[in-house]
T-cell receptor, first 114, second 112 residues
Framework: DTEVTQTPKHLVMGMTNKKSLKCEQH?????MYWYKQKAKKPPELMFV???????INESVPSRFSPECPNSSLLNLHLHALQPEDSALYLC?????????????FGPGTRLTVL | GQQLNQSPQSMFIQEGEDVSMNCTSS?????WLWYKQDPGEGPVLLIA?????ELTSNGRLTAQFGITRKDSFLNISASIPSDVGIYFC????????????FGTGTRLTIIP
């Protein structure tokens, strides 16, 4: 398995809903990342997990809550989001010893907040 | 904070033409990466550069790590329709930092 998978591909939620995004990789990568990407803009880093521990939080609002249950899985829990949170949410991972050097991205989840 | 400026912002070319784009920074980077993103998909890593002056090819793509470590270049030869997309450069300033700085992107369109 040589890819990062993300589910769901599309998600529409109301501002009072609670939902979760899921990211999975089975390449033995120990660094995993969440990015947010608005249209026509580059990806913006949100969180970095290294060996299942949160190592970087880019001052992301608490309505976004990351979780890394094991080395292959990364979740992003969403609660009380705002319409401006609508974006493409990307997950990425890096091979051991190459953290940050090379990041392999999943296809993303297109989130729409109504 | 660090910023990466990419140029051009967009390109309109005919199939078969060569393409050149670049990325510049006000600060030094130790690693340069080039990604391509198709609509509705995640970025795909094209080329990684680790040493100043390094020139690396991947098929029709060639990228260079500038000797000042403040810039990088990507060339695409003999463009084909599947080259359409947005190209992002990304830089890493400190080994083990885990934080990539992305460029502003170059949108490539091929005119029929």
């Amino acid at each position: 398995d040589t890819e990062v998978t993300q589910t769901p591909k599309h998600l529409v939620m109301g501002m009072t809903n609670k939902k979760s995004l899921k990211c999975e990789q089975h390449m033995g990568h120990r660094a995993m990342y969440w990015y947010k990407q608005k249209a026509k803009k580059p990806p913006e880093l949100m969180f970095v997990y290294s060996y299942e521990k949160l190592s970087i939080n880019e001052s992301v609002p608490s309505r976004f809550s990351p979780e890394c249950p094991n080395s292959s899985l990364l979740n992003l829990h969403l609660h009380a989001l705002q319409p401006e949170d609508s974006a493409l949410y990307l997950c990425a991972s890096s091979p051991p010893g190459r953290e940050g050097y090379e990041q392999f991205f999943g296809p993303g989840t297109r989130l729409t907040v109504l | 904070g660090q910023q990466l400026n990419q140029s051009p912002q967009s390109m309109f070319i005919q199939e078969g033409e060569d393409v050149s784009m670049n990325c510049t920074s006000s600060s030094i980077f130790n690693t340069w990466l080039w990604y391509k993103q198709d609509p509705g998909e995640g970025p795909v890593l094209l080329i990684a550069l680790y040493k100043a002056g390094e020139l690396t090819s991947n098929g029709r793509l060639t990228a260079q790590f500038g000797i000042t470590r403040k810039d990088s270049f990507l060339n695409i030869s003999a463009s084909i329709p599947s080259d359409v997309g947005i190209y992002f450069c990304a830089g890493l300033s400190n080994f083990g930092n885990e934080k990539l700085t992305f460029g502003t992107g170059t949108r490539l369109t091929i005119i029929p």
